[in-house]
């Protein structure tokens, strides 16, 4: 099983640029998380998802919009890249609220 | 913001040595925790779960203190292996689906 994959793994937009990160599991948890990790910031929620259909914000959720139409798949979208976006970007599910979180080896962004 | 605390570090510390973390949060109502282990430039780990009654596995040894609302991080004769950061995770009572993460604490173990 591949648990929890991200692509692309490595990316630089310039500003006002779209792009869509990428997020599979096949874990089948109906819980799935996106997170930005900034130095000294720690991780920090976006959105997240409790079932396919089903999506929330977390604690920094401008700029971002997710969808979730399968089990699988959680993509974030940045419509309108910003420099202040520049992150590293983490997938994560859980099998629970509450519970372990499983996380992908994330997406190195820069926007210019 | 519900607050997770943890000192940033580097711990540095000799091969062998026990080093123990901590780390305190605001939220009395918090219900579960973490330990997660992540190294450079790569994503966070599950280390270990802390329960109430607190837990050892091998080396590591964590412990929860309600009344004082810390988590701790014990590890005993450390090794090169373990440099790291130690993030701490907590979650609120009732299911949250938003946990809160410490900003980590850095270990540096060296010959």
């Known amino acids: 099983n591949a648990g929890v994959t991200q692509t692309p793994k490595f990316q630089v937009l310039k500003t006002g640029q779209s792009m869509t990160l990428q997020c599979a599991q096949d874990m089948n948890h109906e819980y799935m998380s996106w997170y930005r990790q900034d130095p000294g910031m720690g991780l920090r929620l976006i959105h997240y998802s409790v079932g396919a259909g089903i999506t929330d914000q977390g604690e920094v959720p401008n700029g971002y919009n997710v969808s979730r139409s399968t089990t699988e798949d959680f993509p974030l979208r940045l419509l309108s890249a910003a420099p202040s976006q520049t992150s590293v970007y983490f997938c994560?599910?859980?099998?629970?609220?509450?519970?372990?979180?499983?996380f992908g080896p994330g997406t190195r962004l820069t926007v210019l | 913001r519900k607050e997770v605390e943890q000192d940033p570090g580097p711990f540095n510390v000799p091969e062998g040595a026990t080093v123990a973390f901590n780390c305190t949060y605001s939220n009395s109502a918090s219900q579960s925790f973490f330990w997660y282990r992540q190294d450079c430039r790569k994503e966070p780990k599950l280390l270990m779960s802390?329960?109430?009654s607190g837990n050892e596995d091998g080396r590591f040894t964590a412990q929860l203190n309600r009344a004082s609302q810390y988590i701790s991080l014990l590890i005993r004769d450390s090794k090169l292996s373990d440099s790291a950061t130690y993030l701490c995770?907590?979650?609120?009572?009732?299911?949250?689906?938003?946990?809160?993460f410490g900003r980590g604490t850095s270990l540096i173990v060296h010959p």
């Open positions: 995770v907590v979650n609120e009572a009732g299911g949250s689906y938003i946990p809160t």
């Open positions: 802390v329960y109430s």
């Open positions: 994560a599910t859980f099998p629970r609220p509450g519970g372990e979180q499983f």
